[in-house]
Nanobody, 125 residues
Framework: QLQLVESGGGLVQPGGSLRLSCAAS????????IGWFRQAPGKEREGVSC????????NYADSVKGRFTISRDNANNTVYLQMKSLKPEDTAVYYC??????????????????WGQGTQVTVSS
């Protein structure tokens, strides 16, 4: 059974850092691109970042470029989202998602078939 489990969320002050993890099981991880998405109350879901199956291709939303870094460890079936210089507007539930495709990635949520349950990130003083 394919499963994605996010962890690492929490409460952090503005300017702080968090690292989110997305642990995958039940599928051939290195055949899948992974995306990170977020949704704040009353707002639409936003594609934050994505990484291709090999890890060679990444993409970031303008709102997080230079502050967030996505990476993956295919040996351990895990994708990370390192978040620095966090702002109150980064507050949201963060989800990871997987889609079977190789060589590219997208922040458009439509190709993604499998989703985790999400982890809350709150940036507040």
């Amino acid at each position: 059974q394919l499963q994605l489990v996010e962890s690492g969320g929490g409460l952090v002050q503005p300017g702080g850092s968090l690292r989110l993890s997305c642990a995958a099981s039940g599928f051939t991880f290195d055949y899948y691109m992974i995306g990170w998405f977020r949704q704040a109350p009353g707002k639409e879901r936003e594609g934050v970042s994505c990484i291709s199956s090999s890890g060679l291709t990444t993409n970031y939303a303008d709102s997080v470029k230079g502050r967030f870094t996505i990476s993956r460890d295919n040996a351990n079936n895990t994708v990370y989202l390192q978040m620095k210089s966090l702002k109150p507007e980064d507050t949201a539930v963060y989800y990871c998602a997987a889609a079977r495709t190789r060589g590219w990635c997208t922040r458009d949520f439509s190709p993604y078939d499998y989703w985790g349950q999400g982890t809350q990130v709150t940036v507040s003083s």
